[in-house]
């Protein structure tokens, strides 16, 4: 099985940056492809951004050119760099990861974008 754990979220102004991390553990290396999730209240989750195990990213519309998704070279721990963060980017980001039993899903982090 997979663990994951998130960690950077909090509170911004808008126009802000924050940048989130999740550390997988377990038996990470079935993991492909990990990344994240977000929902916000009264809305369904929804993908945010992925990356496999190549490195290739794949992001949502409404983040694409604001968000990076990047994963470190023992793909253990993806991090997702968040700039020009706006109100409606407030949610709760739940890391991710596919592996070879099921999907992981992370405790979640809350971001919120307010001024």
């Known amino acids: 099985q997979v663990q994951l754990v998130e960690s950077g979220g909090g509170s911004v102004q808008p126009g802000g940056s924050l940048k989130l991390s999740c550390v997988a553990s377990?038996?990470?290396?079935?993991?492909?492809?990990m990344g994240w999730y977000r929902q916000a209240p009264g809305k369904q989750r929804e993908l945010v951004a992925l990356?496999?195990?190549?490195?290739?990213?794949n992001y949502a519309d409404p983040v694409k050119g604001r968000f990076t998704i990047s994963r470190d070279n023992a793909k253990t721990t993806v991090y997702l760099q968040m700039n020009s963060l706006k109100p409606d980017d407030t949610a709760v980001y739940y890391c991710?990861?596919?592996?070879?039993?099921?999907?992981?899903w992370g405790q979640g982090t809350q971001v919120i974008v307010s001024s």
């Open positions: 991710y990861a596919r592996h070879r039993w099921g999907n992981a």
């Open positions: 377990g038996s990470t290396l079935s993991i492909d492809p």
């Open positions: 990356i496999d195990s190549f490195g290739s990213p």
